[in-house]
T-cell receptor, first 115, second 112 residues
């Protein structure tokens, strides 16, 4: 257990439905990252927050995706009008920005299946 | 986008044998990291090697880095069934964001 939790662990939804995932980072960590991982591939960066500010979004993050970190603590990732291509593992990671390299601690992930 | 290739994509060995995985990357780096992922779970950080280092050890892990060839290798010695997992190399996309760019991974199976 890395100290990063994600909820739910599994989500099955029908195409066109909206889904929301939650990530609780390690409490003192000021950076929070979302990644997406499809079967047989490495994780791909989606977006990241420093405190409550969303500082970068990947081109993978279409308009149907939105992420928030309202108080600089937990974060949510919402997917609207889900498509079958959204089926993947969504991973959250957190880190503490320091002068040296910041190790990222990953949560267990939320596995999304879109039928 | 993926950082580069990992080789082999899959590896099956007997317990006690050594396992070697290779990773190539595309851009210049400050450091390279290796992660392990057990089936269907999150990633666990294993080891980081800085660009000015050529080799680093941690327990049964040995990592090498060749910046001239833009490649790294991870050696697991005296493998155990519990080492069965996927292994990924990762580099930072940029020094400011801290976002990681992962390779495609090597799936290691260690048979008891």
């Amino acid at each position: 257990d890395t100290g990063v939790s994600q909820d739910p662990r599994h989500k099955i939804t029908k195409r066109g439905q909206n889904v929301t995932f939650r990530c609780d980072p390690i409490s003192e960590h000021n950076r929070l990252y979302w990644y997406r991982q499809t079967l047989g591939q490495g994780p791909e960066f989606l977006t990241y927050f420093q405190n409550e500010a969303q500082l970068e979004k990947s081109r993978l993050l279409s308009d149907r995706f939105s992420a928030e970190r309202p108080k600089g603590s937990f974060s949510t990732l919402e997917i609207q009008r889900t498509e079958q291509g959204d089926s993947a593992m969504y991973l959250c990671a957190s880190s503490l920005l320091t002068k040296s390299y910041n190790e990222q601690f990953f949560g267990p992930g939320t596995r999304l299946t879109v039928l | 986008s993926q950082q580069g290739e990992e080789d082999p994509q899959a590896l099956s060995i007997q317990e006690g044998e050594n396992a070697t995985m290779n990773c190539s990357y595309k851009t210049s780096i400050n450091n390279l990291q290796w992660y392990r992922q057990n089936s269907g779970r999150g990633l666990v950080h294993l080891i980081l090697i800085r660009s000015n280092e050529r080799e680093k050890h941690s327990g049964r892990l040995r990592v090498t880095l060749d910046t001239s060839k833009k490649s790294s290798s991870l050696l697991i010695t005296a493998s155990r069934a519990a080492d069965t997992a996927s292994y990924f190399c990762a580099t930072f996309g940029s020094s400011n964001t801290g976002k990681l760019i992962f390779g495609q991974g090597t799936t290691l199976q260690v048979k008891p």
